[in-house]
């Protein structure tokens, strides 16, 4: 079955760019879903960060959309995150999560999610 | 951007009791509703989706119910494991948005 695993630094400084990769295993990430990123800063709820079809099409979250980047690579069945000028604001836990096309658009959801990886912003 | 808003915010419950919780969408979205349980340090969990269909593996006293714009998601006889907090989350829109969760404890 599907599993995802992020990884990346835990700590990155403010102003600097935060990078995660989300390997795929046990499945292709060239099958019909949409991968995404979600965040959940400490003791709060969850954001939608963006998300990317093996295409390379991707949808951001507006508030976010001028300092991230989601992109694929079919070669290695991963994709990747990045998030540029972080402030204290984005320290969370980052998880990677496949948005499951159902076959009518109304069963989609996110049913595969990774184990998450803690980021934080300080110098 | 479409607001969810889940409510109670929390809930003190006992093994054994039926729970209720309460999701409103800011517009109408139809079935494209899931909820997901979420326990400390851990990914949240697909429950249901298109607001009512239980995923698989899910046990059957979770339901949901609702379209448009209000759904509920109901725990028929609490379990021990169930404690927890639960999401409501809507992809009418490609910009999915999650309710503020709602925290199921133990009375």
């Known amino acids: 079955q599907v599993q995802l695993q992020e990884s990346g630094p835990g700590l990155v400084k403010p102003s600097g760019t935060l990078s995660l990769t989300c390997a795929v295993s046990?499945?292709?990430?060239?099958?019909?879903?949409?991968w995404s990123w979600v965040r959940q800063p400490p003791g709060k709820g969850l954001e939608w960060i963006g998300e990317i079809y093996h295409s390379g099409s991707t949808n951001y979250n507006p508030s976010l959309k001028s300092r991230v980047t989601i992109s694929v690579d079919k070669s290695k069945n991963q994709f990747s995150l990045k998030l540029s000028s972080v402030t204290a604001a984005d320290t969370a836990v980052y998880y990677c999560?496949?948005?499951?096309?159902?076959?009518?658009?109304?069963?989609?959801?996110?049913?595969?999610w990774g184990q998450g990886t803690m980021v934080t912003v300080s110098s | 951007a479409i607001r969810m808003t889940q409510s109670p915010s929390s809930l003190s419950a006992s093994t054994g009791d039926r729970v209720t919780i309460t999701c409103r969408a800011s517009q109408g979205i139809s079935s494209y509703l899931a909820w997901y349980q979420q326990k400390p340090g851990k990914a949240p969990k697909l429950l249901i989706y298109?607001?009512?269909t239980l995923q698989s593996g899910v046990p059957s006293r979770f339901s949901g119910s609702g379209s448009g714009t209000d759904f509920t998601l109901t725990i028929s006889c609490l379990q021990s494991e169930d404690f927890a907090t639960y999401y409501c989350?809507?992809?009418?829109?490609?910009?999915?948005?999650f309710g503020q969760g709602t925290k199921v404890e133990i009375k």
């Open positions: 298109a607001a009512s």
């Open positions: 999560a496949r948005f499951y096309l159902g076959e009518l658009s109304t069963t989609d959801a996110f049913d595969i």
């Open positions: 989350q809507q992809y009418y829109s490609y910009f999915k948005t």
């Open positions: 046990g499945g292709s990430i060239s099958s019909s879903n949409w």
